[in-house]
């Protein structure tokens, strides 16, 4: 493998804008740092305007699908959805940290599932926190279970995670054969995700909960915001069944939720519009635009190239190693243009149906390693920052070297052993 001058040089960007990303200098946003890193490789000319313009477009899906999640989120928190859910959750715990605990996985698990994990992130997040308060307890404990359940349940379905249909592209497997390959790694992956954070956060799950005994309604806004959550979830199960594209649905349920709302309300949108975090948008645009430059300086075609020699020299391991190695890449840059390198490398290499599975496990359960790993942790941050609340990188990272690599190698060699 060769790497000319134009490959170090947009190594060295990609480099400079991820490290912007994970550690926030003068504390601008993450959106800042991506974002110059793309103007720098247009301006350096190892992007045309032209391949630049193709790249943001690329993600067309991918931000409509955010923007239908962010006004869901922010619909059912300014209608008090989520005080009514922490008041539930704060009840059925019963005064146990533990079994609060517990609770907090099990819906975190349903809704990454069957919304996707960065609805864990935007939409379950707040709720969270606010059960937190509300038991009178430490937050980060339990913030901690919306984080790695977001990218542990990631590859369950196939709408689980944007990332999965990213990698896949036109070729996502059948829903059948799906299940079949995946079920297995992802009960274990949760399963010891689950082991590994609860024995990791242990301290912080002493005591007693306080008591939410106060009894409440929900108002005519958190029910239709609630119904809105409800249908977006079938509309994506069914969209998913179809093989059709997730993203715009996603944004009209989001849109008709808010209108029916704010129609409801007799009320103006802005409040609303104003509450999401539309700087995750550009954030998504300039990674795009960074693996297009990896793209056209050639990084790609090396990278397949490498893959194939693998793949003839090492047979067995090679769907192991790839899907660590997009695990560590993952983390390095995050994981959507990891899952877009991933992408574009298995469409030159051709490789093994295993080895392609490898990767998407690598690409889903591998972010749980940093802050910065995947978008729907990078939604998590935000979601936990309007809340009053900061994980630094190192804090972080003490928590996911304990839990990610025991989950990302027992789903990869479980992977191995089954068929298909």
Same mark, same amino acid.
């Not at 490789?41 to 045309?48: E, M, N």
């Not at 978008?375 to 979601?383: D, N, V």
């Given at each position: *493998? ?24 003068? +504390? @601008?946003?993450?959106?800042? @740092?991506?974002?110059? +890193? ?7 000319? $190892? ?10 477009? *690329? ?9 239908? *999640? ?35 996985? #099990? ?25 937190? =308060? ?34 896949? +592209? ?20 949760? +399963? ?15 005591? =007693? ?38 993203? #715009? ?24 519009? =104003? ?15 960074l693996v297009q430059g990896l793209t056209t300086t050639g990084v790609i075609a090396n990278l397949a190239c490498a893959m194939q020699h693998s793949i ?46 490898? $990767? ?19 939604? @998590? ?19 996911? *070297? ?5 989950? #990302? ?12």
């Amino acid at each position: *493998m060769q790497f000319s001058t134009a490959h170090l040089v947009t190594w060295g960007i990609a480099g400079l804008a991820t490290a912007g990303v994970i550690i926030r200098p003068f +504390g @601008w946003p993450e959106a800042i @740092w991506a974002v110059a +890193g793309a103007v720098l490789l247009v301006a350096t000319g $190892l992007v045309s305007v032209q391949g630049a313009g193709a790249a943001v477009g *690329m993600g067309s899906d991918v931000y409509l699908f955010l923007i239908g *999640m962010m006004l869901l989120s922010e619909t059912a928190r300014r209608e008090g959805l989520f005080d009514h859910v922490a008041g539930i959750a704060v009840r059925y715990a019963r005064s146990s940290p533990q079994r609060l605990f517990g609770l907090i996985y #099990l819906v975190g698990i349903v809704v990454t599932v069957f919304l996707s994990n960065d609805a864990t992130a935007v939409v379950l997040t707040p709720a969270v926190y606010e059960a937190a =308060k509300r038991a009178k307890r430490e937050p980060l404990p339990y913030l901690f279970v919306c984080a790695f359940i977001a990218n542990a349940a990631s590859f369950v379905l196939p709408i689980s995670n944007p990332a999965n249909i990213v990698l896949y +592209g036109d070729h996502t497997p059948a829903l059948a054969q799906w299940v079949g390959r995946f079920a297995l790694p992802s009960i274990l992956a949760i +399963g010891a995700t689950y082991a590994l954070l609860r024995w990791v956060e242990r301290d912080g799950l002493v005591g =007693k909960c306080a008591d939410d005994t106060e009894s409440r309604h929900l108002s005519s806004g958190a029910w239709t915001a609630l119904i809105g959550i409800g249908l977006t979830a079938l509309v994506l199960l069914s969209v998913s069944a179809l093989d059709w594209q997730l993203g #715009l649905p996603t944004a009209i349920m989001g849109g008709l939720t808010v209108g029916v709302v704010v129609l409801r309300g007799r009320a103006m949108p802005w409040p609303i519009l =104003k509450g999401v975090s539309w700087g995750v948008l550009p954030l998504v645009a300039g990674l795009f635009v960074l693996v297009q430059g990896l793209t056209t300086t050639g990084v790609i075609a090396n990278l397949a190239c490498a893959m194939q020699h693998s793949i003839q020299r090492l047979p067995a391991v090679t769907p192991f190693l790839s899907g660590g190695l997009i695990g560590i890449l993952s983390n390095l840059m995050n994981n959507l243009p990891a899952g877009l390198i991933a992408r574009a490398t298995v469409e030159a290499s051709h490789p093994p149906q295993t080895v392609v599975d490898g $990767l998407l496990i690598g690409v889903d359960l591998g972010p749980n390693l940093s802050v910065t790993g995947s978008l729907a942790t990078i939604l @998590w941050l935000g979601a936990i920052r309007r809340e009053g609340e900061n994980v630094g990188f190192w804090r972080f990272l003490k928590v996911g *070297m304990v839990v990610m690599p025991p989950a #990302l190698a027992l789903a990869l060699a479980t992977r191995l052993l089954l068929p298909g």
